[in-house]
């Protein structure tokens, strides 16, 4: 085994204990003490580097943990600071760092949408011109985003319209951070269905019918091994696209938005397979499972849809 894949299973393994023991109820300055809002900025400037595959991880392990804290628009914010002009990047950039600044993180669409609690100080968006930070927002901009239905994460819809905001990055810089939200998004949509597939396979193990585990019929057998596949799949190129961004590879764009779009079109239906094999607890509402396909469905349409990164591989691959 290669000395980063011992490196990221310990990365991996020490993320999911923190985030067991941090329980529900942590904020993102608990993550902030573990550099984890740090892992898209330079050295030079306070942040650990620049480490897509190692935020991959992380955001995995947090899709796996249900995490509630603002910790994606953080370090989205974070990265986007990281290369701003002096006098912004000194003012907002230590306190993301330390996460004491809230942040909110979009991309300019149909409908700009954030992450984030009741409070945000600052707001940073990726498109048109390039990347624009948006500061002092009126109350009456934001909309609560129910539509959505997530219920581990507060979603809110954003009017930016007219809003006053300052260019801080380049269009090209704006793209590439796009692509390392769609793998950052579609990396805890896997934590999600890897979570799910977990508690499934111990329930059909100690769930007994006709007098032995279901877990024992071949035909289930091959059900959940169809979404170990789907697992392993996705996680195999998210890491992929990330090691792509991580080195500057030409294909980065490419890559990211095949990822994204392999997973966006697929998380929601493999847990909703698992609702379907796991009975009637599995159409119980307050299961941990119907949180899991919720938050899976909702990152399907956070940063862009299965639909937008196809259209972007089209174009990049020149279809």
């Not at 894949?5 to 003490?33: N, Q, W, Y």
């Not at 995490?67 to 914010?77: Q, R, Y």
């Not at 396909?293 to 349409?301: D, I």
Request: with cysteine; hydrophobic share 50%.
């Amino acid at each position: 085994m290669a000395d980063e894949d011992v490196d990221l299973d310990l990365l991996r393994a020490s993320a999911r204990e923190f985030l067991a023991e941090r329980g529900d109820r942590g904020t993102v300055k608990d993550l902030a003490a573990m550099d984890w809002t740090g892992l898209l900025v330079d050295e030079v400037v306070g942040g650990v580097g620049w480490r897509p595959v190692e935020a991959c991880v992380v955001a995995e392990e947090l899709g796996r943990a249900q995490d509630g804290s603002a910790w994606f628009g953080t370090v989205m914010a974070a990265a986007a600071l990281a290369s701003a002009p002096e006098d912004v990047r000194e003012q907002w950039l230590p306190g993301l760092l330390a996460g004491t600044v809230t942040a909110g993180f979009a991309t300019v669409g149909e409908a700009a949408r954030i992450i984030r609690g009741d409070q945000v100080d600052i707001v940073v968006t990726l498109g048109g011109n390039g990347i624009h930070l948006l500061r002092d927002l009126d109350r009456d901009r934001f909309e609560l985003d129910a539509d959505l239905l997530d219920v581990t994460r507060t979603v809110w819809r954003i009017d930016v319209t007219d809003a006053p905001s300052e260019l801080i990055g380049s269009p090209e810089r704006a793209d590439e951070l796009i692509a390392v939200a769609r793998l950052l998004i579609a990396a805890d949509s896997v934590g999600a269905v890897s979570m799910t597939l977990e508690r499934l396979t111990a329930y059909l193990k100690e769930r007994i019918a006709f007098g032995v585990p279901i877990a024992s019929f071949q035909a289930v057998q091959h059900r959940l091994v169809e979404l170990l596949v789907f697992e392993v799949k996705a996680r195999a190129v998210i890491m992929r696209a990330a090691r792509a961004v991580a080195s500057a590879d030409g294909r980065a764009t490419l890559l990211t938005a095949a990822a994204h779009a392999f997973v966006a079109a697929k998380a929601a239906a493999a847990i909703d397979e698992c609702m379907q094999l796991s009975g009637g607890i599995g159409f119980t509402w307050e299961y941990p499972l119907h949180h899991e396909l919720r938050r899976a469905f909702t990152n399907g349409h956070l940063v862009g849809t299965t639909r937008s990164s196809r259209a972007v591989v089209a174009e990049v691959s020149g279809w």
